[in-house]
């Protein structure tokens, strides 16, 4: 079993408790340990700047970037993935991929040149704001639910221009179908679930998930237990009901999974931590087939990354 999760705040953790020691730790959900265990052939690490830290900026971004490189790079097991190519690299070395992502550009501040630096120390996802409003663009629980500034917009082509792959879990409805009128290509949905299924903000209507499947891009369902179940403590089987409804639309083949491990006050019951998914994939295999379990794992996203990520030019 092969496994991809396109989303964990682990950095950020790292960011509050700089003692914290990425191999082994009771206070991080993802470890390299759990990722071992797991079968783990990439996760996707965000560069998340919490409301807890004062005035946080681009030079907190560079922190978090370089907690990236010396408390997990810093594992001879662990290689950083860039370009396309990278990750069949990786595997065939026995190493686990690690990519940066960046969960709100408040920190960029509307500066091309600290967008192209990020993208040089490895950014490859970029996910335009968290619940609130910046610079770029209104997250979904900004009350004016508005979509992408002027800044935002010219931002969304600048990330095109370099080959970053754009997320939009967290931004507004409207902002969703702005930045699909803008850019041509595939985007993500790192970490969110279905709105029909659980009727949150943060979710995806069945009209913005039928948009993502067209242009096939990719959603990663996520644990959050309040985007799995609204109604009661979640537990790992309401997760079924979403990947249900998104593959009754015909998007079984976009599925994959986005954790948000270490960014969560509460859990599903079930997927505590990364070491959970060899217990989620025995739940998936009594409900689907094997190419089927292959996909949502792994090579769903793997095919996005495959195609999606930037040729280097070395």
């Not at 396109?6 to 408790?17: E, I, K, Q, S, Y």
């Amino acid at each position: 079993m092969k496994v991809i999760d396109a989303h964990c705040d682990a950095l950020n953790r790292m960011m509050l408790r700089p003692d914290i020691d990425f191999h082994s730790s009771e206070h991080l959900d993802v470890t390299l340990e759990r990722l071992v265990a797991s079968g783990s052939a990439m996760q996707l690490f965000a560069v998340y700047l919490s409301a807890t830290l004062h005035s946080p900026g681009f030079r907190e971004v560079l922190q978090c970037i370089d907690y990236f490189y010396t408390k997990v790079l810093a594992h001879p097991q662990m290689r950083h993935i860039r370009y396309a190519g990278e990750l069949a690299q990786a595997e065939a070395e026995g190493k686990i991929g690690a990519m940066l992502t960046l969960e709100g550009v408040d920190g960029l501040m509307g500066d091309e040149l600290y967008l192209r630096t990020v993208f040089q120390l490895g950014v490859r996802c970029i996910g335009l704001t968290w619940n609130y409003a910046n610079w770029a663009a209104d997250g979904v629980k900004e009350p004016r639910q508005g979509g992408l500034t002027l800044k935002g917009r010219q931002f969304v082509k600048q990330c095109e221009e370099l080959g970053i792959i754009l997320d939009v879990s967290h931004l507004t409805e409207r902002g969703f179908w702005e930045l699909a009128e803008l850019s041509p290509r595939p985007f993500i949905a790192s970490h969110s679930n279905a709105l029909d299924i659980a009727p949150d903000p943060r979710n995806l209507s069945r009209a913005q998930i039928e948009a993502i499947r067209d242009r096939d891009g990719r959603i990663g369902l996520t644990f959050i237990p309040w985007l799995v179940d609204t109604t009661r403590p979640a537990v790992m089987t309401d997760l079924l009901r979403h990947i249900d409804y998104v593959a009754s639309l015909g998007g079984g083949h976009i599925l994959g999974f986005g954790s948000d491990f270490d960014g969560l006050s509460r859990k599903t019951e079930g997927l505590e931590h990364a070491g959970c998914f060899p217990a989620l994939a025995e739940l998936l295999a009594r409900h689907y087939d094997d190419d089927f379990v292959r996909g949502l794992l792994y090579e769903n996203w793997r095919t996005f990354f495959e195609r999606s990520l930037p040729v280097s030019v070395i």
